[in-house]
């Protein structure tokens, strides 16, 4: 079965941290993806990982742990446009290359 | 090439009419999906093309929904029958073949059915 799980919401302060946390069980695996969506808009691209560790791109990081199920997105210095929805994606090639998605994580920063 | 483009943009229906949207994706990619999203979920998968080849479908799609990308390049999403259950956005998207391969969607065709 395909099951992505991330938390529906969270909150943070400008200029802080936040972690979002996605655990996901599909029938393959080939990749996860982090895509950012502004209400009203499409989802753009983050991040990419394919093998375990962390990957950094600039404010933004990306870890995995395929033998967990896991990933975490990690936001540094938050900035009041970095409030969106945050959505975890996997990539399963099980009769093609389709991309499953999470319901996404909306991430409210405030003042 | 200015991205992935869909169209129309917006749609109001009447339930039982069938609707259209067509998806122009980048030029050089070479994948192309069609999704579904409604308010505070995740993009749905519904379909995905390699080239003019349609490898899979969703379980979730109805017979009343049809794709086609008939030359490998633009594709259309047709819905039969409309009901207010399809009211939703569409959004298309196309990836290229390199590793990584990242979705870049377009700015999607919201449908909504009366």
Known sequence: GQNIDQPTEMTATE???VQINCTYQTSGFNGLFWYQQHAGEAPTFLSYNVLDGLEEKGRFSSFL??????????LKELQMK????????VRDPTGGFKTIFGAGTR????A | ???????????????????????????EHNRLYWYRQTL??????????????????SRLLSDRFSAERPKGSFSTLEIQRTEQGDSAMYLCASSSGTSSGELFF??????TVL
Not at chain 2, 44 to 57: G, H, V
């Open chain 1, 15 to 17: 200029g802080a941290i």
């Open chain 1, 65 to 74: 742990s395929r033998s967990k199920g896991y990933s975490y997105l990690l």
């Open chain 1, 82 to 89: 970095d409030s969106a929805s945050y959505l975890c994606a």
């Open chain 1, 107 to 110: 991430l409210f920063v405030k």
């Open chain 2, 1 to 27: 090439d200015t991205g992935v483009s869909q169209d129309p943009r917006h749609k109001i229906t009447k339930r039982g009419q069938n609707v259209t949207f067509r998806c122009d994706p980048i030029s």
């Open chain 2, 40 to 57: 505070g979920q995740g993009p749905e998968f519904l379909t995905y093309f390699q080239n003019e080849a349609q490898l899979e479908k």
């Open chain 2, 106 to 111: 377009g700015e999607g065709s919201r449908l």
